[in-house]
C-alpha cells in the first residue's frame, strides 16, 4: 500500500462539512488567479477516497492546466453545449434561451468563458462496465474538498460530437470512458446558497408516496 492511501486529511480542508455541504454550488464565473498544485493535489486526494465499486479505484482524472490547451479545449466545450441545446429546445443562440431559464443562461456563459478558466479537470473511468459510475461519488469528494478550500467548480458534460477530437487532444486511450468535465477557479461572485425542493416533497417513507416526519 503506498503512502498516498494512508495521508491524513491536509489542515488547509477545515472548513465544517455542514458548511460545505450546504454551500456547495455551480459556480460559472472565474477569476483568473491561479489555483497552486498544491491545492489541485488536496482536491485529487479528496476524490481517491470516496466509495467504489469493489475498490477497484477506476476513476482517472485528467488535469488541465495549460492556458493553451484549455482555450483549445473551450472552443470543444462551447461547441458541445450549443450542440445539445440544439437538439433539445432547439436554442442555437443566447437570445433564443428564455430570461426565466437561469440555469441555461448562465450555462451557456460558462460555455463562452470556459476557455478561460484556470483548471478544467477531465474525469474518465477506465472500464467498460457499469462501475464506471463510481467516478461520480469522486467527482462530488472534488467538487466539496474545492467548496472547502474556496474553489469554485461545476460539474458539466460535453457532446458526442466533439468527444472524440478531445481524446485526440489529450491522448487519452480509447479505454477511458468520459464521464465529466469540472472547471475550477476562484468564484467571481459568491457561492451563496442551494435552492432545493424541500425533502419533504423527495423523500418518501416506508412506502412509496407516504411522506417522512418532517415538513
Ligand atoms: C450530471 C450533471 C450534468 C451537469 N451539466 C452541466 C452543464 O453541462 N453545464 C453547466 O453549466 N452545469 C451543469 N451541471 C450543473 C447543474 O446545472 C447544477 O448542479 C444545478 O443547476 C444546481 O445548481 P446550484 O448547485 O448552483 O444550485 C450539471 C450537473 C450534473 C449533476
Not at 208 to 214: E, F, N
Request: charged share 25%; hydrophobic share 40%.
Amino acid at each position: 500500500m503506498s503512502d498516498e492511501v494512508r495521508l491524513l486529511p491536509p489542515d488547509l480542508l477545515d472548513l465544517p462539512i455542514g458548511e460545505a455541504l450546504f454551500t456547495q454550488r455551480a459556480i460559472r464565473k472565474f477569476k483568473p488567479d491561479q489555483i497552486s498544485d498544491e491545492q489541485l493535489k488536496i482536491l485529487l486526494d479528496a476524490a481517491s477516497k470516496a466509495p467504489n465499486g469493489g475498490n477497484l479505484q477506476l476513476a482517472r482524472f485528467l488535469v488541465i492546466r495549460d492556458p493553451a490547451r484549455i482555450r483549445a479545449f473551450g472552443k470543444l466545450y462551447k461547441e458541445a453545449w450549443w450542440a445539445k441545446r440544439r437538439e433539445g429546445p432547439g436554442w442555437t443562440t443566447i437570445e433564443d434561451i428564455p430570461k426565466s431559464e437561469k440555469t441555461f443562461r448562465s450555462a451557456a456563459q460558462l460555455a463562452d468563458e470556459i476557455g478561460e478558466a484556470p483548471v478544467i479537470v477531465l474525469a474518465f473511468a477506465v472500464v467498460s462496465a457499469d462501475l464506471g459510475h463510481s467516478v461520480l461519488p469522486a467527482v462530488q469528494n472534488l467538487l466539496l474538498a474545492a467548496r472547502a478550500l474556496g474553489i469554485g467548480s461545476t460539474l458539466t458534460t460535453l457532446h458526442d460530437v466533439v468527444l472524440p477530437r478531445v481524446f485526440e487532444m489529450f491522448e487519452i486511450p480509447d479505454r477511458a470512458q468520459f464521464y465529466g468535465c469540472i472547471p475550477l477557479g476562484y468564484p467571481r461572485g459568491k457561492f451563496g446558497t442551494t435552492p432545493r425542493r424541500p425533502t419533504a416533497e423527495t423523500t418518501y417513507w416506508d412506502t412509496w408516496d407516504r411522506p417522512p416526519p418532517w415538513r
